[in-house]
């Protein structure tokens, strides 16, 4: 596993992520974005892992969970999930447990995938790296949102403006701000 991991989030212009435990917006774009960035290895012996909350492990339909080719590692305090888990998906009580497990391999990259409450213990965490950000250029009616961020990541790059379902979007990438 790398010295760091990275996180991944689609947020809106007031960092809106979700509504009712799902996405507020339909970009296949982004969504194609997600499997390629967090399926991708450098070595093709290796696997990814994607580190989420259970709420988050609910949101993700039932035909597309486990996400396929990455192991899944769910963080939560109850003792279990409901109903069987899956193989290639662990279950953790900390983000701090997920890490130190997948740091024993064989893991090349791991993500921080949501929601909320994950993100805002992973954004704080001294293991932070790369922030992947697509921006979705508009507001919508969300009632779950990214924490404030840009005080603490210098921006690195960011893609064209494209368009979706009469939605414009950038994909963002920042690297933690080291003074």
């Not at 494209?162 to 933690?176: A, T």
Request: proline letters at 6%; charged letters at 25%.
């Amino acid at each position: 596993m790398r010295e760091r991991f990275s996180m991944v989030v689609a947020c809106d212009l007031n960092r809106g992520i979700g509504k009712n435990n799902s996405l507020p917006w339909r970009i296949p774009g982004d969504l194609k974005f997600f499997k390629d960035l967090t399926t991708k290895t450098d070595d093709p012996n290796l696997h990814n892992a994607c580190i989420m909350g259970r709420k988050t492990w609910e949101s993700i339909p039932e035909k597309h969970r486990p996400l396929a080719d990455r192991y899944n590692i769910v963080l939560t305090r109850k003792a279990a999930l409901d109903g069987p888990v899956p193989q290639g998906v662990f279950v953790f009580g900390s983000l701090d447990d997920a890490l130190l497990k997948m740091s024993e391999g064989p893991i090349d990259q791991v993500f921080v995938i949501g929601g909320a409450e994950i993100y805002n213990q992973a954004i704080f965490h001294e293991k932070m790296g790369t922030l992947y950000l697509t921006e979705v250029r508009s507001q919508f009616d969300c009632d779950t949102f990214f924490p404030e961020y840009k005080e603490m990541f210098t921006l690195k790059s960011t893609s064209e403006i494209m368009v979706e379902n009469g939605i414009e979007y950038v994909f963002k990438e920042y690297q933690p701000f080291i003074p």
